[in-house]
């Protein structure tokens, strides 16, 4: 798959894990140097500031899309395009219209509802965007076995679980993002 702009959903907070931090300036970095252009939600603190500062020095080109409220807030300053919508709801649908693929980070409850959004869109055939998750230090690990213990109780498919691409370093996440394949099976388990 040809990616020319990721999406990535990542926390306003940097959390309390270091490595988080310094993997997510790497990614920004990687994205430029590729010349991926960056799609995320706006934001000039926590991780989203921080990804969006690495891949601006890298000289990379970053779209911010921010509601109206959050951006008298928070919102970054110097991004190469920044779109100032009304609501939530805007936002995430413009930043899954404007990527090629969609990446998760460590984030909290907003990082999650993006992310379940893009998987639930890829699940049902409504997209055939790759979705990954940058999993640093493990954060994600127990997400991933109640997905697991979904696909056991039969409310999810293991081929809808295995689209989800995971890995703990960003090039490898890139590499799997690029070679997806989006499969075709229908949702609905008997």
């Not at 920044?82 to 990446?103: F, N, P, S, T, W």
């Not at 998760?104 to 409850?109: D, E, N, Q, V």
Request: aromatic share 4%; with cysteine; glycine share 10%.
């Amino acid at each position: 798959m040809n990616i020319k702009s990721i999406c990535v959903f990542c926390g306003s907070n940097t959390g309390r894990d270091a490595e988080a931090a310094a993997l997510t300036v790497s990614l920004g970095a990687l994205l430029a140097r590729r010349q991926i252009e960056l799609v995320y939600g706006g934001a000039d603190c926590g991780l989203m500031g921080q990804l969006a500062d690495a891949a601006l020095a890298h000289g990379g080109r970053v779209v911010g899309i921010i509601p109206e409220e959050l951006n008298r807030r928070i919102g970054h300053r110097h991004l190469s395009e920044l779109i100032v919508v009304g609501d939530m709801r805007q936002r995430k649908r413009l930043m899954l219209e404007r990527a090629d693929a969609l990446i998760a980070l460590p984030g909290g409850i907003g990082t999650l509802e993006e992310l379940f959004e893009a998987l639930t869109l890829l699940q049902l055939g409504m997209s055939e965007k790759p979705c990954g998750i940058l999993n640093v230090n493990g954060f994600y690990d127990d997400l991933l076995r109640f997905l697991d213990h979904l696909t056991v109780e039969k409310f999810l498919r293991s081929e809808h679980r295995d689209m989800l691409q995971v890995a703990a370093a960003p090039r490898e996440l890139l590499e799997k993002l690029t070679a997806f394949q989006a499969v075709h099976v229908n949702k609905w388990c008997n």
